[in-house]
């Protein structure tokens, strides 16, 4: 299911006038939707004490995923920047959550990134539709957290696929 381009510029204009938190706080409803849309069973932890803001569950297996959201490119550059970490500049670790998952406003898409992917990073910059940058392949990459059943249901085993 695909937004009209007016009903997604409405909803960057209302992110535009929100403050950082709220603005979060709609890109996690937006990521519920969209995971719900494609089948998974998600959760909401009660409170914000993990760093966590969402469980995705898919048959036995439960993902934790941390959602990032950007609003507009970085000044005079043609990527988004995400930052990769939590507050106090704290970077995300296995330990915590297994995606992260980033919404780029302006362009109403997804990446679904494997935790081991950003763990080393304070941010990253994506290119939508760039051959060159690194992050293009875990565009709308949803099937990653449908781990085979052969495979050990991990984010690490995802990040190993997603790189072959």
């Avoid at 998952?101 to 939508?128: K, M, R, S």
Wanted: glycine residues 6%; charged residues 20%.
């Amino acid at each position: 299911m695909s937004f009209s381009q007016e009903t997604i510029a409405n909803e960057l204009l209302h992110a535009v006038n929100l403050n950082c938190k709220h603005r979060g706080e709609l890109a996690e409803l937006a990521f519920m939707r969209k995971a719900a849309t494609l089948g998974f069973a998600i959760a909401k932890p009660w409170g914000d004490s993990d760093r966590y803001d969402v469980v995705v569950r898919v048959a036995r297996v439960f993902w934790r995923v941390q959602v990032k959201s950007v609003l507009a490119k970085a000044h005079g550059t043609p990527y988004y920047r995400v930052k990769t970490s939590g507050s106090g500049h704290t970077r995300y670790s296995a330990d915590e959550i297994d995606f992260l998952v980033v919404y780029i406003f302006p362009e109403d898409i997804w990446y679904v990134l494997p935790v081991a992917l950003v763990e080393d990073h304070q941010g990253i910059c994506v290119t939508p539709g760039s051959k060159r940058s690194l992050y293009e392949q875990y565009r709308e990459a949803w099937g990653l957290m449908r781990p085979a059943a052969s495979e050990p249901a991990t984010a690490q085993a995802a990040a190993a696929v997603a790189r072959t």
